[in-house]
């Protein structure tokens, strides 16, 4: 089968990925071999080919926003059955046996094996998966349309939690891209007021479009005082400015997996009266059956641009540049994949 590798991390100009030709992987015992019919590309992708997130294993194949059918199960896997539709994410095991999965901090697991760092993923034909760690799909959602949702829907629906605004609360999103556009919808169906802060014209439209309630530029002001914000921006400048737009009391979820060096902070303006700055940290399988049930019903729809599986480093590079709004989808079928957006 045809895979990419993470050959040489570094900038994604200098070609850090590469296609190889792989073995079709078998599935051991509890795991299922996954024909991808698509996989989302994440920023995390981009942090991984890029190096800013130091690899665990040469030659991994990224990707962890996979959908796909089953293939072949392994010893004892049953699950799923041959051809049905699951979704591969980013956390692809834990121990299950450390002080944080038995207090149910999955998310936290001091053992944990990631899609796509830990493991390969799914910018190839096929990846194999623990069983126990896949999800099923709501019905009637496009493949292109479900990708997203199993990263950046799932982390943005968790990030949302961590925020912790009031029902009609006032929520501020900084940075609009694929897990934000997805998070965003939730909160304005839950009835919150919702603020964005972003640079780059595609993420402003993307943002209205949506029905925010206001869309200004990344580190502009809040017009009114926000009970919770979620950066999504990798930009540690931004934690000062969206601390400073807080209530009282309120919280900042940084929901990135990496985060550019924070400036110093000002205890007064930005921390007292019980200001809260908190990380989010993967996801426990439960945000994401959550987040997927509640995707389906409240008919969260992602905004993507699909690329051919060949185009894969041109998508991360675009991702880079900022040349779309929403999230990009690599695509296994031809068939499916639409025109990417001319830079
Ligand atoms: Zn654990
Ligand atoms: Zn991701």
């Known amino acids: ?30 795991e299922v071999r996954v024909r991808v019919s698509c996989c989302g590309v994440c920023r995390t992708d981009l942090h991984l080919a890029e190096g800013d997130l130091p ?37 692809g095991r834990t121990d299950g046996s450390c002080r944080y999965c038995r207090r149910g901090d999955e998310n936290l697991c001091t053992g944990p094996a990631f899609t796509g760092w830990d493991t390969d993923g799914g910018y190839a034909d096929a990846c194999v998966v623990d069983e126990r760690y896949a999800y099923r799909l709501p019905e009637g959602l496009p493949d292109e349309q479900a990708a997203p949702l199993l990263c950046a829907g799932i982390i943005g629906y968790r990030a949302l939690r961590c ?19 997805l998070a965003a919808q939730v909160a304005l169906a839950q009835g919150m007021r919702v603020h ?11 943002a209205a479009e949506l029905g925010a309630d206001s869309v200004g530029g990344a580190a502009d002001p809040a ?6 914000a979620i950066l999504f921006a990798p930009a540690g400048d931004l934690v000062p400015v969206a601390l400073r737009a807080l209530d009282r ?7 990135g997996i990496w985060l550019s060096q924070i400036p110093a902070l000002d205890y007064a303006a930005e921390l007292f009266e019980e200001r809260r700055l908190r990380s989010v940290t993967a996801n426990t399988r439960q945000d994401g059956e ?18 051919p599986m060949a185009e894969a480093p041109a998508a991360l590079a675009d991702l880079a540049a900022g040349r ?3 999230a990009a989808v690599l695509h296994n079928d031809p068939v499916s994949a639409s025109a990417p957006p001319t830079a």
């Open 1 to 30: 089968m045809q895979a990419w590798v993470v050959e040489r991390p570094g900038p994604i100009g200098s070609g850090p990925l590469r296609r190889l030709d792989r073995p079709l992987p078998e599935p051991g015992p509890g």
């Open 55 to 91: 690899p665990r294993r040469p030659s991994v194949t990224p990707g962890h926003e996979v959908v796909g059918t089953v293939e072949a199960t392994g010893p004892g896997a049953a699950r799923f059955a041959v051809g049905e539709r699951v979704g591969v994410a980013w956390l």
């Open 163 to 181: 925020a912790a605004v009031p029902p009609g609360g006032r929520l501020g999103i900084y940075g609009f891209g694929g897990s934000a556009h």
């Open 196 to 206: 964005v802060f972003t640079r780059g014209e595609h993420n402003r439209a993307l």
């Open 223 to 228: 017009p009114e005082p926000l009970d919770g």
């Open 249 to 255: 009391g309120a919280t900042l979820a940084v929901a």
């Open 290 to 307: 959550e987040f997927l049930r509640l995707a389906g019903r409240l008919g969260v729809r992602a905004t993507t641009v699909a690329y």
């Open 324 to 326: 779309f709004g929403g």
